[in-house]
């Protein structure tokens, strides 16, 4: 069973930016994809962004343009590049291993505020 880690998430100011890391105990070439989801306060999770094994991204419209999704395979890490970041962006963010099985860390905490 694979265990994926995040880190990487703090205080930041509006316009700010800060990068995530995702480190998985196994090879994350055993899932379809690796994804970023975050959820704020009182509201549901939200898919963030996508890396397929091939390196394809896909982004929420949310995001798109500020914010870039990467891997490196040979140290089993997934990492999200959060650049212009705005006080919506504050959330808790996760780690997801898309499945099926899906499988999730239990996430890094981000805020942007002044």
């Known amino acids: 069973q694979v265990q994926l880690v995040e880190s990487g998430g703090g205080l930041v100011q509006p316009g700010g930016s800060l990068r995530l890391s995702c480190a998985a105990s196994?090879?994350?070439?055993?899932?379809?994809?690796m994804g970023w989801y975050r959820q704020a306060p009182g509201k549901q999770r939200d898919w963030v962004a996508i890396i397929t094994r091939t390196g394809r991204t896909n982004y929420a419209d949310s995001v798109k343009g500020r914010f870039t999704i990467s891997r490196d395979n040979a140290k089993n890490s997934v990492y999200l590049q959060m650049n212009s970041l705005k006080p919506e962006d504050t959330a808790f963010y996760y780690c997801?291993?898309?499945?099926?099985?899906?499988?999730w860390g239990r996430g890094t905490q981000v805020n942007v505020s002044s």
């Open positions: 997801n291993g898309a499945g099926p099985p899906d499988y």
């Open positions: 196994g090879s994350i070439f055993s899932f379809n994809g």
